[in-house]
């Protein structure tokens, strides 16, 4: 089997809400032992982006951005280990064991994982956002390997393979 395999859907969102929307629905899709990672210029909306899916996950309280703690968890329907590896190197995201967290019984969400593309589960679901406009940002969300494909696919069901104003 090839899990190298990517399944591509492209989003627009042209608000927060749009960008809630899709968190809502990777939420309600979410497992024990996925693993997000998310990508992005400063501002695109990572962590808005993972305030949305924590609230969805059933996370009660406030889910605050992890850059100065690397690592935060939090209780939902899942756990939910939020991460920001943005402040830290290669070397030093490797001596935090993050495969505990990566192959363990809850969510990863993981700011910034193209810093650590090495130690990123081979499978996962990667969010890239990208600024268009004050409010607007492309999404691309891409599932490297199952079940990742099939969390795709489902989008691309649910909103068309180019999502754009259908919502
Ligand atoms: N369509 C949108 N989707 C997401 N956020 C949006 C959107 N439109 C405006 N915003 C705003 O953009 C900001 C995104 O900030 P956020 O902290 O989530 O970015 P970030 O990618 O985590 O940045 P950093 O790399 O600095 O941590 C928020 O203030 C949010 O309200
Ligand atoms: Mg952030």
Not at 8 to 15: K, L, W
Not at 115 to 120: S, W
Request: glycine letters at 10%.
């Amino acid at each position: 089997m090839n899990n190298n395999i990517e399944t591509v859907f492209t989003y627009r969102s042209y608000s927060l809400q749009d960008t809630e929307l899709l968190a809502a629905e990777l939420a309600a899709a979410a497992a024990a032992g996925m693993v997000i990672g998310l990508d992005g210029d400063l501002g695109a909306g990572k962590t808005a982006f993972s305030q949305s899916f924590a609230r969805h996950l059933g996370v009660e309280g406030i889910v605050s951005s992890p850059t100065f703690t690397i690592i935060k968890e939090y209780e939902g329907r899942l756990p939910l280990y939020h991460m920001d590896v943005y402040r830290i190197s290669l070397h030093e995201a490797d001596e935090l064991g993050l495969d505990e967290y990566f192959y363990g019984q809850g969510v990863c969400l993981v700011e910034w994982s193209s810093i650590i593309t090495e130690l990123m589960p081979e499978r996962h679901l990667h969010i890239k956002l990208a600024t268009i406009g004050p409010q607007e940002r492309l999404i691309t969300v891409t599932g490297r390997g199952e079940p990742y494909g099939e969390v795709c696919r489902a989008l691309i069901q649910k909103w068309g393979k180019d999502n754009d104003e259908s919502k």
